[in-house]
C-alpha cells in the first residue's frame, strides 16, 4: 500500500492515536510494526474488545481514517471506534475517514477491503464482508433491529438481530443500506440508495431498489 505525501502528515498528526492504538490491542512486537494507522480524526468511544489481524504484518497494512474524498470534508468530520467485541481484518484495509464503527458482535474485513466516508458498521451479531469488497459512501450496515417488537397479545414478533454476510468481490454503491439477515452472493453489484432487506442468491449480478431486486445478470466490476 503506497502513500502520498498529504497521507504521511495525515497520519503524522495522529500519531499518538496510532501508538495508543497499536500498544492497546497488540503485542509490543506486533505493536512496533505499526500494523494500523489511525488519523487525528478517530475518536474512541470504547476502545476495548479484541482486534485479530493476520500473522504477516506490514506496517499500515490497516489505515483507520483514511482519505480525503471531497464528498466529506474530512477535517470536520469523526471517525468513531468504539468496540466491546470482536473486530478482524482479514488483510490490508482502507476505512475511509467519517465512518462509524460500533461492534458488541463480530465484524470481519476481508483482505484488500476499502470504504468510502461515512459509512456505518454496526453488528451485536455478526457482520462477514469478503475479499476485496468496495463499499461506498454512506452506506449503512446493521445486523441488528436494536429493540423487540410486540403483538397486542405481548407476543414478541421479530428476531432481533441476524449476522450479515458480505461475499467476496461485492461492490455496494452509496446510500445502501443493508439490513439484519442478508447474505450476498460473490461478486455482486448494489445499485446506489438500494434497501436490501432479503438476501441475494447468485453471483454477478446487478441488484437494486426498495426493496432491492434482480435488474441485470452477467455483470461484473472493472477492477481499480
Given at each position: 500500500m503506497k502513500f502520498s505525501f498529504n497521507e504521511i502528515y495525515w497520519y503524522v498528526r495522529g500519531a499518538w492515536k496510532t501508538i495508543r492504538f497499536n500498544l492497546h490491542y497488540f503485542n509490543l512486537l506486533k505493536a512496533i510494526r505499526m500494523p494500523v494507522l489511525v488519523s487525528p480524526r478517530v475518536r474512541f468511544i470504547n476502545l476495548h474488545g479484541a482486534v485479530v489481524i493476520p500473522n504477516n504484518i506490514?506496517?499500515?497494512m490497516i489505515r483507520l481514517g483514511h482519505g480525503n474524498d471531497p464528498v466529506s470534508d474530512r477535517e470536520h468530520t469523526y471517525t468513531l471506534w468504539s468496540n466491546?467485541?470482536?473486530?478482524?481484518?482479514?488483510?490490508?484495509a482502507r476505512i475511509t475517514h467519517g465512518c462509524k464503527i460500533r461492534c458488541n458482535g463480530k465484524i470481519v474485513f476481508g483482505s484488500d477491503f476499502i470504504s468510502g466516508p461515512e459509512c456505518y458498521f454496526v453488528s451485536r451479531s455478526s457482520i462477514s464482508i469478503g475479499d476485496r469488497a468496495r463499499i461506498s459512501w454512506n452506506t449503512q450496515i446493521c445486523d441488528s433491529d436494536?429493540?423487540?417488537?410486540?403483538?397486542?397479545q405481548g407476543n414478541q414478533i421479530n428476531t432481533i438481530n441476524k449476522p450479515i454476510i458480505i461475499g467476496h468481490g461485492v461492490w455496494i454503491g452509496n446510500h445502501v443500506k443493508i439490513c439484519k439477515g442478508v447474505v450476498i452472493g460473490n461478486f455482486n453489484i448494489v445499485a446506489q440508495s438500494s434497501v436490501v432487506t432479503k438476501s441475494i442468491s447468485g453471483e454477478n449480478q446487478i441488484i437494486g431498489g426498495f426493496p432491492a431486486k434482480f435488474i441485470k445478470g452477467n455483470a461484473r466490476r472493472i477492477r481499480d
Amino acid at each position: 500500500m503506497k502513500f502520498s505525501f498529504n497521507e504521511i502528515y495525515w497520519y503524522v498528526r495522529g500519531a499518538w492515536k496510532t501508538i495508543r492504538f497499536n500498544l492497546h490491542y497488540f503485542n509490543l512486537l506486533k505493536a512496533i510494526r505499526m500494523p494500523v494507522l489511525v488519523s487525528p480524526r478517530v475518536r474512541f468511544i470504547n476502545l476495548h474488545g479484541a482486534v485479530v489481524i493476520p500473522n504477516n504484518i506490514k506496517f499500515g497494512m490497516i489505515r483507520l481514517g483514511h482519505g480525503n474524498d471531497p464528498v466529506s470534508d474530512r477535517e470536520h468530520t469523526y471517525t468513531l471506534w468504539s468496540n466491546t467485541g470482536s473486530i478482524e481484518f482479514k488483510g490490508t484495509a482502507r476505512i475511509t475517514h467519517g465512518c462509524k464503527i460500533r461492534c458488541n458482535g463480530k465484524i470481519v474485513f476481508g483482505s484488500d477491503f476499502i470504504s468510502g466516508p461515512e459509512c456505518y458498521f454496526v453488528s451485536r451479531s455478526s457482520i462477514s464482508i469478503g475479499d476485496r469488497a468496495r463499499i461506498s459512501w454512506n452506506t449503512q450496515i446493521c445486523d441488528s433491529d436494536f429493540h423487540a417488537i410486540e403483538d397486542l397479545q405481548g407476543n414478541q414478533i421479530n428476531t432481533i438481530n441476524k449476522p450479515i454476510i458480505i461475499g467476496h468481490g461485492v461492490w455496494i454503491g452509496n446510500h445502501v443500506k443493508i439490513c439484519k439477515g442478508v447474505v450476498i452472493g460473490n461478486f455482486n453489484i448494489v445499485a446506489q440508495s438500494s434497501v436490501v432487506t432479503k438476501s441475494i442468491s447468485g453471483e454477478n449480478q446487478i441488484i437494486g431498489g426498495f426493496p432491492a431486486k434482480f435488474i441485470k445478470g452477467n455483470a461484473r466490476r472493472i477492477r481499480d
